[in-house]
C-alpha cells in the first residue's frame, strides 16, 4: 500500500516512454518507405534497423506495464481495458515493423508513375497513427479530450481507403506494361501500408469506447 | 450474570458488523481496490474508536423512547431484534438492526405499559426516511464537486487510483468511525440502563461503565467484520454496486456523513447554537443510507439502471421491520417473564431519569460505583509485553539474521559446487578432446612416416635400377639407345617425383605450428633448413632425408652442421632432441 506512489510514478512514466518508441516507430516507418521509393538502400536498411529495435523495446516496456498493473493491482476496474488499449497500440508498431521487413524481403518493384501516390498513401497512414498516440496519451490526463483528437484518426483512416483504393486501380487498369504478379505484388504492398492506419483506427475505436466507460 | 444477558446484544453486534462493513468497504474491497486484511484491521479499530468516543447521543434517544430497565428485559429485546434481523435477511427483505431494535423497545413499552414517547418516535422514524434522501443528496453534491475537481485537475488516471486507494481507506476509516459511533447503540444500547457502575482508570485515559459496554458493543461488532465480512462485501462490491472507484468513494463518504450527522452530539449542539432545531441523534440504518447515496448518483446520472423495486423494498423494510421486532418483542416478554420468571421490567421505576437507581434490583451488580484505578497494572502490563515484545524481536532478528547467513553460506557453497561440478566436466572433456587430438596426431605421424619410408624404398629400387641399367649400357652387345632412353626415363622419374612433392607438402601442412615456433625462437632459417628441421623431427637418417629431400648423404651432412651452427648448439648438444623438445 506504502509503495503505491511509487510504483504509479514508474508505470506512468513507462506508458510514456512506451508511446514515445511507438512514435519513433511511426515516423521511421514514414522514413524508410520514402528512403525506398527515393532508392537510398543503405538509409532504408538503417530505418529497418532502427523499427526492429524499437518494436522489441515497445514489447518489453508493455511487458514491464502488465507486470506492474498485475502485481499492484492497479486500477482495478479499467486494467483490461488500459492493458488492450496499450497491446493494440503496439499492433501499430508491429505491422510498421512487418512492413519494412517485407520491403527489405521482397523488394517490390514501383513503377516512377505510382511511386508518388505510393508514398502519399504511407503519409497519410502515417498521420492516422501519428494522431492516435496523442489520443492514447491524452486519455490518462483528460478524458474529455481525447474525442477532439480521434477525429483526426478516422479521417485519415478515410482518407488512406480512398487512396488505396486508387492506387490499386490506377495498377489494374491503367498500367498494362505491368505483369499480372507485379500488380499483385503491389496490391499487397498497399494493402499493408493501409494495414497501419487499420490498427490505428481500432486503437481511436478502443479509446472511445473507454473513455464513455470512465466517464460512467 | 450480566454477560450472559449481554450476549443477545454481542451476537446483535457481530451480525451488524459482518453485514454492515460491507456497505463501507464492499465495493473497495470487491473491485479490489483495498484488501481485505486492510480493510478489517482499519474497520475494526475505526469501529471500535467510534462507538467508544461519540456512542452515546445516539443510545440516549434510544434510551428516550424506552429505558429498558431491567437486565433480562434487555436481553429478550436484543435477542429478538436479533432474530428479526436474521429472519428478515432469511426471507431476503432489507433489513436494518436500527428498526429491529427500536421495533423491539417499542414491543416492551408496551409490554411494561410504559409510555411510548410519539414526539421522540415520530423523530426517529422520520430520520429513516430522512437518511436515504440525506445520503442522495450528499452524494449527488459530492459526485458533482469531485467530478469537477477531477476534470480541472487533470491528474493522471494511475495516478488518480493511487490516491483513490488512499482516499477509499480514509473515508472508510470515518465510515467505520461513524457506523461504530451510530449503531452501537443499537448493539448495546437496551443494556445501559442494567450496566454496572464501573470506573476504570488507566491513567491516560478512563472507561466508565457505559464506555466499557459500548467498547464491548464495538468490538462484538469488529468480530463481525473481522470474521464474517468477507463473503458480503465480496457480494457487494461485485454484484449489488458495480460502480467506478470515484462513485463509490463518493458513496461511501455520503453513506459516512448521514451516519456521523446522526451521531454527532458536537454538531448538533452547534446547529442549535446557531438557532437551528436539533439534530435527532438516532441510529440510523447504514444500508440505507448507503442505498440512498447509492440512488443519488444513480439519479445524477440520468436515472438508468436505477432498480425502483430495490426503493420499495426498502419502504417495505421501514415498516414491516420494526412491526414485526416489536410483535416478537411482545411476545417474547411475556413468554420470559411469565415462563421463566425473568424479571423484564422494573415496576417501580419507569421513568427516563431513573436509570442508575435500576441497577439496585440486579443480585450481581455493587451498591456504590465501583472505581478501579488500573494505572499501576496497566503501566506494569504495558512494561511487560514491551519487554516480552523487545525479547521475541531480538530473538527473532538474530535467528532471522543466523538464518539469512546460514542460506548466504548455503548459497555460496552450493554455488562453488556448481562450479567445481561444471570445471571438472570441462576439464573431462578437454582431457577427451586433447586424447583425441593425440591419437590423430600420433596417427598422422605414422602416416607421414610411412609415406617417408615409401619414398625412400622407391629411391633405393630406382638407384638400384639405374645401376643395373648402368651395367648393361657398359656391356657392348646391348641396345644402347634403347637402354639410354630407359634410364633417362627413370631420371625423369626420380626428380619429377610427384610422391616426393606430396609428402613435401604434406610435412609442410602438418608442421605450420612447428615451423611457427621454430621460426619463433630461431628467426634466421631459411626454408630449407626448416624443411630439414621437420625431417630431423621425424627420426629420420641422413640417408633418408637425402632420398626424400632428393641431395646427397653429404650435402645432409653439410646441411645438418649448418643448422647446428645457426641454432648455436655446443658439441654435445642433441639436435634432434632439441627439435622434438619444440
Known sequence: ?216 | MFLFFLSSGLFLGWSLGANDAANIFGSAVGSKMVKFSVAVIIASIFVILGAVLQGAGASDTLGKLGSVNAIGGAFTVALCAGVTVFWMTRLKLPVSTSQAIIGAIIGWNFYSGNTTDITVLGRIVSTWVAGPILGAIFAILLYLLLKFFLERSQIHLIKLDAYLKYALLIIGAFGAYSLGANNVANVVGVFIPSVPDLYLDFGFFALDGVQLLFLVGGISIAVGIATYSKKVMMTVGNELMKLSAEAALVIVLAHAMVLFIFSSSSLSNAIQSIGLPAIPLVPVSSSQAIVGAIMGVGLLKGGRGIKFNILGRISLGWVTTPIIAGFVSFMSLFFMDNVFKLEVFNETNTALTSVTTNLNNLPTLSETTLNINLFQPLLYGIIVILIVVIIVLVLKLTNDKLHSKDEESTDIVRKYKAQEAFLKTELTKVNSENAELEKEIEFKRKEQMNIALSIIQKNRFLEKLRTKIDAIINKSDTNQEELSNLKKLIVENLSIDKDRQRFNIYINELNRDFYFRLLNRYPNLTENEQHLCALVRLNLSSKDMASILNISTKSVEVNRHRLRKKMHLKRENNLSEIISKL
Request: aromatic residues 10%; negative net charge; without cysteine.
Open chain 1, 1 to 216: 500500500m506504502i509503495r503505491i506512489f511509487k510504483t504509479s510514478k514508474n508505470v506512468i512514466l513507462n506508458i510514456d516512454e512506451y508511446f514515445d518508441t511507438v512514435e519513433l516507430g511511426i515516423l521511421n516507418f514514414k522514413e524508410g518507405i520514402n528512403n525506398y521509393l527515393e532508392g537510398n538502400l543503405s538509409e532504408f536498411e538503417n530505418n529497418l534497423d532502427k523499427v526492429n529495435k524499437q518494436e522489441e523495446s515497445a514489447d518489453a516496456i508493455i511487458r514491464k506495464i502488465e507486470n506492474d498493473f498485475y502485481v499492484h493491482s492497479l486500477m482495478p476496474n479499467y486494467s483490461s481495458d488500459i492493458l488492450s488499449l496499450l497491446e493494440k497500440t503496439d499492433d501499430i508498431i508491429d505491422k510498421i515493423k512487418d512492413n519494412l521487413s517485407q520491403f527489405d524481403v521482397e523488394d517490390p518493384y514501383f513503377p516512377e508513375d505510382i511511386k508518388n501516390d505510393f508514398s502519399r498513401l504511407v503519409s497519410l497512414s502515417v498521420k492516422s497513427a501519428e494522431n492516435v498516440i496523442p489520443a492514447a496519451r491524452v486519455f490518462f490526463t483528460a478524458p474529455n479530450l481525447v474525442k477532439d483528437k480521434l477525429q483526426k484518426v478516422i479521417f485519415y483512416e478515410r482518407e488512406t481507403e480512398k487512396l488505396a483504393t486508387k492506387i490499386k486501380r490506377t495498377l489494374f487498369k491503367d498500367m498494362p506494361f505491368l505483369k499480372l504478379s507485379e500488380k499483385i505484388h503491389l496490391r499487397y504492398f498497399t494493402l499493408h501500408v493501409e494495414q497501419v492506419a487499420e490498427a490505428s483506427k481500432v486503437v481511436a475505436k478502443l479509446l472511445s469506447s473507454l473513455v464513455i466507460k470512465i466517464k460512467m
